[in-house]
Every structure is written in C-alpha cells, then in structure tokens.
C-alpha cells in the first residue's frame, strides 16, 4: 500500500519542468493546458527538487520529466492514474493544508483520461 501512495508521488504528477529557483510551472509540449494545470495546483508542490519529502521525490520529480526514459514515463503514468483513481493522490495530509488541492470528479475524469492517452501515446512511439 506505502509503495503505491510512493509510486503515485512518482507518477504525480508530473510532466512539468521547474526551475532551480521556484518560478511556476512550464508544461512540456506533451501535456495539455488542463493537465498542467492540475499538476500545478495538486502535484508540483511534493514532486520536484525542492520539496521536502523525499518519499514524493523518488516517486516523480516533474522538473526531470524530460530526462525520464520512456518506459519509466509509462509506469510513473500508470501509477500516477492508479493512486488518482483510488484518491490516494493527492494525500489527505497534503489537503488538510491545501484542501483546493482536491481534484474534482471533473478533474480526476480528465486526469485519468490523459495519463491512459499518454501511456498509449508513448507505448506506440517506441514501436
């Protein structure tokens, strides 16, 4: 179950780059407007170099989304539609100081939609 929530953090939502100082978000070419926006507002903060819990760290780090292979990026999707899916992301201690964190039924649908596309997308690519 703890390997899950990590693996989650790893998914988490990432695809965005960050850099070395905090200066918002730059979505990679690959995500869509809508996407990035729910990275930004219920991942980024746990996931990229700066945080503090290195548990979400190892999971993802969004600002090294690029240098991921694409096999890593597929199972990091997977796991990243999997704990979204179950709502053990983003985490309620995350929420009880964050609460418009919380995806929307609306959100997760879309959050969940892209993760499957893109998996699929990155699956036909290295064929």
Known sequence: ??????LLMIGGMGLLLFSSLYQGFSASDDIPEEIDMIIQTSCFDCHNAEAKSEDAKRAVQFD????YRVIKKI?????????????????QKYLNNKPQAKLSETQKKQ????????????MQATR
């Open 1 to 6: 179950m703890k390997k899950h929530v990590y």
């Open 64 to 67: 090294l989304w690029d240098d």
């Open 75 to 91: 199972g990091i999707l997977s796991k990243m539609g999997e704990v979204v899916e179950e709502d053990k992301m983003p985490p």
């Open 111 to 122: 959050f969940l939609d892209w993760t499957e596309k893109e998996s699929g997308r990155l």
